[in-house]
């Protein structure tokens, strides 16, 4: 069967558009301009997330004391440790060696290249099991630190984005220097932004005296987490709480997310206001400009409904045109990278923004949203002119 | 039951501004027979547009009844009216009112996007009209690069292409030099004549009203007698 659309030609919706170039491109850069705006957020969100989420591994666990939100905060005494690393969950190595490390963290400033201002970053006493630990983090050059040596490692972010920091160079802190011996490459995660040394140099060196920050484990299958959970809890001697390692960098990031998303979506809405209203003025001038087009339209047969489907056509089409503007521009950001502080840690933290085909979806909705609400009481105006008014117009 | 065209019954027309009530037409009653050529002659405001506007119905009238082909179009609601209108009537503009933006050929298109067409057959019978008018080799022609006796031919086209009964042209010579009135008169004349289309003229060119083949004069809402040329 034959639909028959009675729709006025996509065409004239088009041309029209073309026809008033300036306008179009104006009213259209504002939209444009907005869904910059919003995507840029998402994309920031999205990073973020990514980043953090791909710092953990499901597979591992992160045990800090219980109450504590992050492992800087965190103290976890020796003995507590030792009776955790004996729980069965906990994978081993063919010499019936737990993978197990006990870590030390602390937050210590670092002049920044470019402003010269201190901010802080994560130093991280490890061992070769942490390293072991982590597969996502490659050394991109030189060499792991020593076991027992000064000897640190140093992620991407905080050789590209800190003053002084390089191979062969030393850094001082905690009253000793700290030769660079490697650079490494943890992907898109946050130990990017962190520096790697010997767990019981780092001990010595900031008199920790046998308190650790945090324990990180394998265990021998992802689905004996529940297991382990609960034995620890049942524990009175321990004040440990263990978390997957996935789950608890995803939660250092909600006050970050929360933010960015509470900034951008006030931003977004109030430019968007700015920006609908701007497509409704170009939408009534449009109608205003063709009154007797409109007549004429109405005379031939095109019913009522037909005028208002061109007319919020034209600016959905101004919408998308906006949309895909704004996105494409926004898509440019991926090259950028952030680097800011994290206020759950405290310490920088370094990602990047992610387009997603999630956020062009949002975005391109948002532009066609946006011109919609521009768009309807021109084109309500538009259908509800009387033919005969309308070809009396000069 | 009648045979006309249309039959005009006992219809007045008055307008609303400002609380005031404006009688424009009072009692107007006649019949158009099938195939008339009718020229609508007064003085300017004397209710010709007024009238016209209600035989194609893209106005209502205050009361009385206009009956086309057995059905009363005054009782149409909107949408019926603009569904009767593409299969019934076409419109000559004095001002031609083409869209700026769509060339010649889919100017004459428009209308048949209402027919169940398809695309080809759509082109063939636009370019058979444009050809009618005599711009098969303008169909590419934006309006703006037309000279007003063009547009007023494609205007006719469009207002032919999807073969209605009924055309009517509300001073359709009006904007136009005496060569080009006279090439669109010889046209709708042609149309009369050969296709058998019943037209409704409104004029106040004595030269177009000799065109016609009735002509009626408005003074002050009322029809004068009906003058009958050759
Ligand atoms: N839409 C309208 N609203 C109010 N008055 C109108 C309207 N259309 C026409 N009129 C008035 O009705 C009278 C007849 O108008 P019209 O039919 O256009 O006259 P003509 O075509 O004979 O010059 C005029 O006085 C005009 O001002
Ligand atoms: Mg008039």
């Keep these: 069967m034959m639909q028959r659309l009675r729709g006025v030609p996509l065409a004239y919706v088009w041309r029209n558009l073309l026809t008033r170039r300036l306008t179009t491109a104006l009213t259209a850069g504002g939209m444009g301009l907005v869904v910059f705006v919003f995507a840029t957020v998402l994309m920031l969100e999205a990073g973020l997330r990514e980043t953090l989420v791909e710092t953990g591994s499901p597979q591992n666990v992160i045990a800090i004391r219980a109450g504590s939100q992050t492992e800087v905060q965190s103290g976890l005494p020796l003995t507590e440790l030792d009776a955790l690393s004996t729980q069965p969950q906990i994978a081993r190595d063919a010499t019936g060696h737990p993978y197990f490390v006990r870590e030390t963290l602390v937050l210590n400033s670092l002049p920044k290249k470019q402003s010269g201002q201190p901010s802080n970053v994560t130093i991280r006493g490890t061992s070769a099991t942490g390293l072991a630990l982590r597969p996502q983090l490659k050394l991109a050059s030189g060499r792991t630190f020593r076991p027992g040596s000064n000897e640190i490692i140093v992620g991407r972010s905080i050789a590209d984005g800190f003053a002084g920091v390089a191979i062969g160079n030393t850094l001082r802190f905690a009253r000793r220097d700290w030769l660079v011996v490697g650079i490494f490459d943890a992907g898109k995660t946050g130990f990017n932004s962190e520096i790697w040394g010997d767990s019981e140099q780092m001990q010595q060196a900031f008199r920790r005296s046998g308190m650790y920050s945090s324990a990180i484990f394998r265990l021998d299958r992802p689905d004996h987490f529940d297991a382990l959970a609960s034995a620890v809890k049942a524990d009175k001697r321990l004040t440990i709480e263990v978390q997957r390692e996935n789950d608890f960098y995803a939660a250092q990031s909600k006050v970050m997310a929360t933010f960015i998303s509470i900034l951008g979506l006030t931003l977004t809405v109030i430019f968007s206001v700015g920006a609908i209203i701007g497509a409704t003025i170009t939408m009534y001038s449009s109608v205003a400009n063709r009154v007797r087009e409109i007549g004429a339209l109405r005379a031939i047969g095109f019913r009522r409904s037909s005028i208002l489907l061109a007319f919020l056509l034209e600016a959905l089409l101004l919408g998308l045109v906006g949309g895909l503007a704004g996105v494409t521009v926004a898509s440019g950001m991926q090259f950028f990278t952030v680097s800011t502080m994290n206020w759950q840690t405290f310490a920088e933290l370094a990602f990047s923004f992610t387009l997603t085909p999630g956020i062009i979806a949002a975005s391109l909705t948002f532009a066609l949203a946006m011109g919609f609400l521009g768009g309807f009481l021109p084109a309500l105006q538009a259908s509800r002119m009387k033919i005969i008014d309308a070809l009396r117009t000069a | ?230």
């Design chain 2, 1 to 230: 039951m009648s045979t006309a065209s249309v039959s005009l019954q006992h219809v007045s027309k008055h307008y609303e501004r400002g609380g005031q009530l404006l009688p424009v037409l009072t009692d107007i009653h006649f019949d158009i027979m099938p195939g008339d050529y009718l020229a609508l002659m007064g003085p300017s405001g004397s209710g010709k547009s007024t009238l016209l506007n209600l035989i194609a119905g893209i106005d209502q009238p205050s009361g009385g009844a206009i009956l086309v082909g057995g059905t009363d179009i005054a009782r149409l609601n909107d949408r019926e009216l603009a569904d009767w209108r593409a299969a019934n009537v076409g419109f000559i503009f004095q001002f031609y009112n083409l869209m700026p933006v769509l060339t010649a050929l889919e100017n004459v298109e428009l209308p048949l996007l209402l027919a169940p067409l398809n695309r080809r057959e759509r082109r063939e019978r636009a370019l058979f009209a444009l050809d009618l008018v005599g711009l098969a080799d303008r169909v590419k022609h934006y309006p703006s690069e037309l000279s007003g006796g063009q547009q007023q031919r494609v205007a006719i086209a469009r207002a032919i292409v999807s073969d209605p009964a009924l055309i009517v042209a509300d001073e359709p010579t009006g904007d136009l030099d005496r060569k080009s009135g006279e090439e669109i008169l010889a046209l709708l004349d042609t149309l009369n004549r050969d296709s058998g289309k019943t037209i409704v003229m409104v004029t106040h060119d004595q030269k177009a009203a000799d065109a016609a083949r009735q002509v009626r004069h408005l003074e002050k809402g009322e029809l004068s007698h009906l003058e009958i040329r050759q």
